[in-house]
């Protein structure tokens, strides 16, 4: 089936330290979101890319939409204790199936 | 608005024991969805629904059934219960999956039922 990885997996990184999580798929994405799952809490939706190229900030996050629709990151710039979570990128594949499948995820661990 | 709602939060079972998990969702949304989430790999649908009395098949449904008799509520059953099936089961809703609208087709998701199986 279709499939994306999500790098890296875990990451450790000091406050005021940047962090960025990368989504890479070999197929044509028709667009990709990303969700935030604090510790032990349900994932929560943060943003929809749907053009190639596209570029979208939430304060210090900022989000990427490849050219070719087949990746996509999330950078947080100066990381905080609350940015503590797994992030997780999903995407819907051109012409697939309806499904929405979900990236292993990032596991982002910020030292105060 | 509760949004989505799951019970039981938490279960614990023996093997070979059924159980049904409930979802129900206030916002009036077409589709559901039974994810579940094992460490280091991320969310796996189960099933899905797109619409009162349908549901199909995700990427891992071997070992569950669902259910969707009616638009807010989507039931995911175990029929024997095995311990591969240890895991936190997430439910989720959408008001569409396919629209480029802004918001159309993101993902509601409950806080979770986590299920042992010992």
């Known amino acids: 089936g279709q499939q994306v990885m999500q790098i890296p997996q875990y990451q450790h990184v000091q406050e005021g330290e940047d962090f960025t999580t990368y989504c890479n798929s070999s197929t044509t994405l028709s667009n990709i979101q990303w969700y935030k799952q604090r510790p032990g809490g349900h994932p929560v939706f943060l943003i929809q890319l749907v053009k190639s190229g596209e570029v979208k900030k939430q304060k210090r996050l900022t989000f990427q939409f490849g050219e070719a629709k087949k990746n996509s990151s999330l950078h947080i710039t100066a990381t905080q204790t609350t940015d503590v979570g797994t992030y997780f990128c999903?995407?819907?594949?051109?012409?697939?199936?309806?499904?929405?499948?979900f990236g292993s995820g990032t596991q982002l661990t910020v030292l105060p | 608005n509760a949004g989505v709602t799951q019970t039981p939060k938490f279960r614990v079972l023996k093997t070979g024991q059924s159980m049904t998990l409930l979802c129900a969702q206030d916002?009036?949304?077409?589709?559901m969805y039974w994810y579940r989430q094992d460490p280091g790999m991320g969310l796996r649908l189960i099933h899905y629904s797109v619409g009162e009395g349908t549901t199909a098949k995700g990427e891992v449904p071997d070992g569950y059934n669902v259910s969707r008799l009616k638009k807010q509520n989507f039931l995911l059953g175990l029929e024997s219960a095995a311990p591969s099936q240890t895991s936190v089961y997430f439910c989720a809703s959408s008001p569409h999956l396919f629209s480029t609208l802004s918001g159309a087709n993101v993902l509601t998701f409950g806080a979770g039922s986590r299920l042992t199986v010992l």
């Open positions: 999903a995407e819907s594949f051109s012409g697939s199936a309806r499904q929405l499948t």
């Open positions: 916002m009036n949304h077409e589709y």
